[in-house]
């Protein structure tokens, strides 16, 4: 039966009919139809009809000269059974190269090459029983949650991006009144300055006048009592003359200097540096833009190249009272709504803590807890690993109304001690490799490997563009870098910093490492080739860190360890 169905497929490559006979289907044949019956909504080719017509002896049925009267019957497909493609065909394969259902076309487009074609109702079988089926409904219901909650999350960030904008728009207005009130206090004492020099100049040319004035009254006068003396004899007269001289030497002598005075006027010049500071300058102020992406919250504040400086740091008890013994923090990671989620080793719990770092809720699992990383909305994986029962799994776990819910898990065939998710791909890290499967499980390929010694593929984190891997190897002391084919384009080592463990990039992609050994956090270069500043030491309340995570909502590093106590390091 095998051999018969792969000789179907491949003639269903072999040609691609509009309309394919209904009852040739159902046993695997592809066979041109040529009629079609309203009653049944079914092709049938030239073999097949007689047999309908035998059985259904009052179904109308129409030949291909009424073949535009067919139109309607792909709408007809069962919509579950339907290919999104071409949706007059009815899907009847699975392609395990793909992991996609299939019609016939979608086979002879897209899969002829493909080597693991299946007939639906043989890869069917069995599925009430599968235990992924039987937890559909739950992850459905969970999922629709999970949808309806961010679907609610994007109304309050849309009322908040509208209050926003109200707010830098009246920040705005501020600044524009600002800058009227300068420029009116700016204009007031230019106009004052004018004023004075006007009224200076003024006062002046008063004088001036006053003085012609004088002059040209004293002259009139002194030749009027001049003429009237005519009959008086010349004493008085040359009395007149010697006065009248002396009055003209005075008056020659003010309108000479009032000569040297060509004109009163004011001149202005402006400031052109008040036009090119303002027409250079765009706008009011930088917006930043603030988008949810990934794993993270809130997109980085900070520009790519920016160098942190640490501004405070404070500790966070985290134990808990059912706690045995001391906590170990293997991983850290955090919500959109700001809860953070850690796995503690020791105690074997992962544990949901509020926005004060304030255990709230806890999960058990039944191994030791590694890694812990952001799938999306309010669901979390984490890696439970344990050598000695040969247990290698990703449990995914959402959190609801303050509580935490194992919702799924994958099983791997190798060790599962840490894990990043981007896109439709899950990244594992293995101890000695780094592994890459799709969301539900299915292996993709390999990506890297190291094999010179345990530890060399420790933790792993991912550019946001995906682009570019950060693997810490502490076996041999380095942060390794490389391209998404698996390249290696780096390799970072400093003599004073031992056992590279956790590693994080931010959205921006700033990149931080937490050494055990040393007891340090450092930020690193984004092309992983140095470093660029030591943000915490054990001074600081680091002890054998082994996670370290970036929260853009607080501008803050979360680094755990082998304490009781997260440390939180307040950046700038």
Same mark, same amino acid.
């Given at each position: ?51 309908? $017509? ?7 049925? =129409? ?21 999104? *493609? ?68 994007? !109304? ?50 008063? !004088? ?10 004293? @002259? ?16 008085? #007269?040359?009395?007149?003359? *010697?006065?009248?001289? %002396? ?7 003010? @309108? ?12 202005? *010049? ?7 500071? @303002? ?45 045995? #013994? ?8 955090? @919500? ?15 544990? =949901? ?31 439970? $690993? ?6 290698? %799994? ?12 194992? &919702? *799924? ?14 896109? +439709?791909? =899950?990244?594992?890290?293995?101890? +000695?490799?780094?592994?890459?499967? +799709? ?32 693997? &810490? ?13 698996? /390249?290696?384009?780096? &390799? ?13 990039? &931010? +959205? ?30 054990? !001074? ?11 929260? /853009?909502?607080?501008?803050? =590093? ?15």
């Amino acid at each position: 039966m095998a051999s018969n169905f792969e000789s179907s497929i491949q003639r269903g490559c072999d040609f691609i009919h509009d309309f394919a006979c209904s009852a040739c289907e159902e046993d695997g044949l592809n066979t041109e139809a040529q009629h079609f019956c309203n009653q049944c909504t079914k092709y049938y080719c030239d073999k097949c009809v007689p047999v309908h $017509n035998k059985l259904y002896k009052r179904h109308t049925v =129409l030949d291909r000269k009424d073949v535009k009267k067919w139109a309607a019957a792909p709408e007809m497909v069962d919509v579950l059974e339907r290919c999104n *493609r071409h949706p007059g065909e009815t899907l009847k394969l699975v392609c395990g190269d793909h992991d996609k259902l299939c019609c016939h076309v979608c086979v002879a487009m897209d899969h002829r090459h493909c080597s693991s074609i299946q007939h639906i109702p043989d890869a069917a079988k069995g599925i009430r029983k599968d235990p992924e089926f039987r937890q559909l409904p739950q992850r459905v219901d969970v999922l629709r949650k999970q949808i309806e909650g961010m679907k609610n999350d994007r !109304k309050k960030k849309r009322a908040s991006l509208r209050k926003t904008r109200t707010a830098i728009i009246d920040e705005i207005k501020a600044i524009r009144k600002k800058i009227n009130d300068i420029l009116d206090k700016m204009e007031k004492t230019t106009v004052q300055d004018l004023d004075r020099l006007v009224a200076d100049q003024e006062l002046s040319i008063k !004088k001036d006048m006053d003085s012609c004035t004088q002059m040209h009254d004293e @002259l009139k006068s002194i030749m009027d009592d001049i003429q009237s003396k005519d009959s008086s004899g010349e004493p008085p #007269i040359y009395i007149g003359f *010697r006065k009248c001289e %002396e009055i003209i030497k005075q008056a020659s002598e003010i @309108l000479q200097n009032m000569s040297n005075v060509v004109k009163y006027d004011i001149t202005f *010049r402006k400031h052109n540096e008040i036009e090119d500071n @303002l027409s250079s300058m765009k706008n009011f102020g930088e917006l930043n833009e603030s988008n949810v992406f990934g794993a993270q919250p809130h997109a980085s504040l900070f520009p790519r190249e920016h160098v942190f400086a640490t501004e405070s740091y404070k500790e966070y008890n985290v134990r808990m009272s059912s706690d045995k #013994i001391s906590c170990n923090i293997q991983g850290i990671c955090e @919500l959109p709504g700001g809860e953070i989620v850690i796995s503690d080793y020791n105690n074997m719990k992962v544990k =949901l803590l509020d926005q004060e770092y304030r255990v709230v809720d806890h999960r058990d699992v039944p191994e030791y807890p590694w890694d812990v990383r952001h799938i999306g909305g309010n669901e979390v994986a984490v890696c439970v $690993n344990n050598n000695d029962d040969d247990r290698h %799994e990703l449990h995914f776990i959402n959190i609801t109304k303050g509580t935490l819910v194992t &919702t *799924r898990e994958l099983s791997f065939p190798h060790n599962c001690f840490g894990a990043v998710h981007l896109g +439709t791909n =899950l990244y594992i890290s293995s101890y +000695t490799a780094l592994y890459v499967y +799709t969301i539900t499980g299915r292996p993709v390929k390999k990506l890297y490997e190291y094999k010179s010694d345990g530890g060399t593929v420790r933790r792993i984190a991912i550019s946001n563009d995906g682009k570019t891997f950060y693997i &810490t190897n502490s076996s041999n002391h380095q942060l390794i870098t490389l391209d998404n084919l698996g /390249n290696k384009l780096a &390799t970072f080592t400093d003599p004073d910093l031992r056992r590279p463990y956790g590693v994080h990039v &931010t +959205t921006a992609g700033h990149v931080f490492v937490c050494y055990l050994t040393s007891n340090t956090v450092m930020q690193i270069d984004k092309d992983g080739k140095m470093k660029l500043a030591t943000l915490a030491k054990e !001074k600081d309340g680091v002890y054998e860190p082994q996670a370290v995570y970036f929260s /853009n909502r607080t501008s803050s =590093l979360v680094v755990g360890g082998y304490k009781d106590t997260l440390l939180v390091v307040h950046v700038r």
